[in-house]
Structure formats: structure tokens, C-alpha cells
């Protein structure tokens, strides 16, 4: 049988409930013939179990990639992951986020040298994000508007980001106003581009960590493409107790770095001794 086609590299930090919840999405992929690498950020025996407890069961590679807890350090696990993986395409998504079927097969339909794809998410509730069950995500419940209205969502335009209509997924695409960037819970590209502008800067915590490689991607001629309503996740809902300002305010300070220098290459990357 042929290898993997493409490597999915999804980040983790002590969420086992959720993480089991997003096994289950990638168990329902209708595209097979993928690894799945969990970059984890020095979660405790807890996430160490679940995933082998899945391993025996799943019909893809399943890769384990782990560092000693050290704060919120993302980015290293993931240039670890990068230099695990096998595959010449990358997609990127997050523990906390459960794909639709169709999710890595819309990335596989829509890859292209030149170019990253740019996807993103649909926010749950944390009651909704506690309801959903192994069966609501194999049956695709947890994905239709009407059965998260029945268990309280509330009207929105965002939640045509759910819709199933390939005319109004492209044409949504077409007229969002929202930018294509480089998103961690939802972006896939060429592992080339990728190594070649060094991974992630492992300088970077939270906030914008995950743009700053799109940054980087755009000054090499790079473009990006949106699969904002086709490629689909939902996001489970999650408290963020490791945000610190002073995190986001050196993130911010390192990507206008890489905008106003045009920087392509960090110093701070795949490999790096910081």
C-alpha cells in the first residue's frame, strides 16, 4: 500500500477529553491515507494513555511527539513535529478542534505549489462543547446548524461557516472580507516552504505565533488561499490560563520585525539552540 500523502500535525496541552474528541474526527476522515503527529507541549500521563489506548485501533499512523512541560512553549513541539513528519504536505490543526469527514480531503483537493491554504473554525459554547459524543461526530451532528441549534446555538451569519453547499462554500470564500493568513487550527502547505523558512520562530508564545510563519511565507512570494468555509472544524470551547500580555506584546513586536525587514528565514527555528 502506498504511504501516507500528507502529515496532520495537531497541537495539544492537558486536554484529554477534548483530544479524544478530535481522535474521533480523525477516525471519520473519508481520506485515509494520512499520519496524524500530536505535537504535545508537555501534557502529564493522562494524554500519554489516551493516545496509545487509540493507536491499535486507528487505520492510520498514529505519532506521539512530546517534550517536558516548560510553559507555553507551541512552537518548539511544533518544529518537532515538522522534523518527524514524513510527508511532503503539511496541515495544521489544534487538539481542541473537530474536523468534518471531508476536512483533510478538502485540503488534499485544494493544495497547490505556491501556495498555503488559509482555513478556519466554528466557536462552540462550552455547554455544547461538553455535549457532543462519539456518536454526534461520527453521525455529523455535531456539524449541522440545526442539530447545535437544538442544543442552544444561537442565530448567526458565522454559522454559515457550517454550510455544505460546495456554490456557497467557494462564493463565501470569494467575498469574505477576512484575510488569508497562516492559522494554527487550520492551514496546510508544502513542507519545503515550511523548512526552508526555518519552522516556526521558537522566540514566539502565545498570540500570532502561528501568523508569523504566513508572514514570513507571504515575503518569499508565497500566496494564500482561503478555505474558510470549506475546510471544517469546530472549535471546543476552553479557558486560556497561560495568556500573559507580556507574551502577546513580544509576539507583536517580532512580527513587525518580520513585516517591515521582509525577514523570510528565522534564526530562532527548526533546530534552533535558544
Known amino acids: 500500500m502506498q504511504g501516507p500523502q500528507i502529515s496532520v500535525i495537531i497541537s495539544t496541552y492537558n486536554q484529554p477529553d477534548w483530544l479524544q474528541k478530535v481522535l474521533w474526527g480523525y477516525e471519520c476522515q473519508s481520506y485515509k491515507n494520512f499520519e496524524l503527529i500530536i505535537a504535545d507541549d508537555g501534557s502529564d500521563e493522562t494524554t500519554k494513555n489516551l493516545i496509545d489506548s487509540f493507536k491499535d485501533s486507528f487505520n492510520y499512523r498514529l505519532i506521539h511527539v512530546w517534550h517536558e512541560d516548560d510553559g507555553f512553549q507551541k512552537t518548539k513541539i511544533l518544529n518537532k513535529a515538522i522534523l518527524t513528519s514524513s510527508c511532503n504536505y503539511l496541515l495544521f490543526s489544534d487538539g481542541d478542534c473537530i474536523p468534518r469527514s471531508d476536512f483533510i480531503q478538502t485540503h488534499i483537493d485544494n493544495k497547490e505549489e505556491g501556495y498555503f491554504l488559509s482555513g478556519g473554525y466554528f466557536k462552540l459554547p462550552m455547554h455544547i462543547s461538553k455535549h457532543i459524543t462519539q456518536e454526534n461526530i461520527i ?115 517580532i512580527r513587525k520585525q518580520t513585516k517591515d525587514q521582509k525577514i523570510t528565514v528565522t534564526s530562532y527555528g527548526l533546530g534552533a539552540k535558544n
Open 139 to 253: 453521525d455529523g451532528n455535531c456539524f449541522d446548524v440545526a442539530w447545535l441549534k437544538q442544543q442552544g446555538l444561537k442565530s448567526s451569519f458565522k454559522n454559515n461557516k457550517l454550510t455544505t453547499s460546495t456554490f456557497k462554500q467557494k462564493l463565501l470564500n470569494w467575498i469574505t472580507p477576512t484575510e488569508a493568513t497562516w492559522n494554527g487550527h487550520n492551514s496546510s502547505g508544502w513542507k519545503n516552504d515550511i523548512v526552508t523558512a526555518n519552522g516556526f520562530d521558537e522566540r514566539m508564545q502565545y498570540g500570532g505565533e502561528d501568523r508569523e510563519l504566513g508572514e514570513r511565507l507571504f515575503n518569499t512570494g508565497i500566496k494564500a488561499r482561503h478555505l474558510r468555509y470549506s475546510a471544517i472544524c469546530v472549535h471546543l470551547d476552553h479557558a486560556r490560563g497561560y495568556v500573559k500580555p507580556e507574551m502577546i506584546e513580544k509576539n507583536l513586536e
